[in-house]
């Protein structure tokens, strides 16, 4: 059994629901954006219902308990099956969530007025006293003459354009995309009419706001553990409104920028950026505590926090089929958070390095919490 990529192509526009309720019968359902990327859950549970048709179930009810072993059996487990992604591609070129540690600034190019990375954020030379401890908060390595420096917001990057941001390096411009590059939205109505008053009914007028990507962008996502014999349908339903995607699926290695392990080596520093949202660990009583500096970031160990660029918590939760309801919603940190970490036992370095590319957190067989490797930028060497 070799890694596979499923891409999902859009028959039509789609729509992903985030947290926010949106039933049949309830008011207030106008403008009901759609989330986008879909989160894991929401690929997983597509994925592993279309290997399930593909192996003759029905698509109602459970499936056959001689599935259980590859697939699972409900919401939580997925049997053999490990999952790395969702991530887009545009032009077989997949696409990275740029890290919060690089900014940048408002230019007008050559089509549009576009985000371009100005400097890097890396921790400051002297420790501020705040209610954490003594910290080193990141600061701009430059500061732009004009502007302000903004975070990469739906910014993404090849993984060409993360391998220099790895290496301290600006990504060139045409790595970059911004979502608007990739998708578009379209506002929609759905009305239930009363063929007898020929009036609206009340409360089931709605205006969903779909998702249309554009020519050559796909979203993808890469399973380990799928039978070599077994094979997926062509087209499958994908999010809500039971919309279609055209599915294909090919033999790939995982997307991974190249780590650079020579810069870490003479520093002993090095920066740690989630690929995809973390699930930080819960203690007995349920509670989720962050890394703070002066700690080890979680599976880490040998190096400790000195800083980070953390961004808002986001929450996930996903659909029960099943059962007909939601998930509940746990709050992960998002992708693109780094942490700025020095080693503490240089002889760690070799098992820290191999932890580039694999998975910190809750949940790493569903893919979250990916971690890339990079170097700390400084302000020598740096080509911004």
């Given at each position: ?268 520093r090095f920066t740690v950026s989630l690929l995809t ?108």
């Open positions: 059994m070799n890694t596979r990529m499923i891409s999902f192509s859009p028959v039509d526009a789609w729509f992903f629901r985030d947290g926010r309720p949106y039933h049949l019968g309830e008011s207030g359902q106008t403008d009901v954006q759609s989330l986008f990327p879909p989160h894991a859950p929401t690929v997983i549970g597509t994925v592993r219902a279309a290997l399930a048709r593909g192996q003759g179930w029905d698509g109602r009810g459970a499936w056959n308990n001689d599935l259980h072993s590859t697939l699972g059996n409900g919401a939580h487990d997925i049997g053999a099956l490990r999952f790395t992604g969702p991530f887009l591609t545009r032009k077989q070129q997949t696409l990275l969530p740029v890290p919060l540690h690089l900014l940048g600034g408002l230019r007008e190019l050559s089509d549009a007025v576009r985000w371009t990375p100005t400097t890097f954020l890396a921790p400051s030379e002297t420790a501020l006293e705040c209610d954490l401890g003594n910290v080193r908060f990141p600061v701009p390595l430059n500061h732009p003459k004009e502007g302000q420096l903004k975070e990469p917001a739906e910014m993404w990057v090849t993984v060409d354009g993360y391998s220099r941001i790895l290496r301290g390096e600006s990504p060139e411009q045409d790595s970059l995309f911004h979502s608007d590059q990739l998708w578009k939205t379209e506002s929609r109505v759905g009305l239930a009419r009363d063929h007898a008053s020929r009036s609206a009914e009340e409360g089931k007028l709605y205006s969903p706001s779909f998702v249309r990507l554009h020519k050559e962008v796909q979203l993808a996502v890469w399973v380990d553990g799928i039978p070599d014999d077994w094979t997926i349908p062509d087209l499958n339903t994908f999010g809500g409104e039971s919309r279609l995607a055209h599915c294909e699926t090919e033999q790939s290695e995982r997307p991974l920028p190249e780590v650079p392990a020579d810069k870490i080596r003479e520093s002993g949202p973390m699930l930080l660990p819960s203690t007995a009583t349920g509670q989720q505590t962050h890394p703070q500096p002066g700690e080890t970031l979680h599976s880490l160990s040998g190096a400790k926090i000195v800083s980070a660029c953390v961004g808002k918590p986001i929450r996930i939760g996903g659909w029960n089929s099943v059962h007909r309801e939601p998930e509940p919603l746990l709050a992960y940190l998002p992708a693109g958070s780094t942490w700025f970490c020095e080693l503490t036992r240089p002889d760690a370095l070799d098992s820290l390095l191999k932890m580039h590319g694999q998975t910190i957190g809750d949940k790493p067989d569903h893919g979250f919490g990916q971690i890339v490797i990079g170097a700390w930028p400084t302000s020598k060497g740096d080509t911004l």
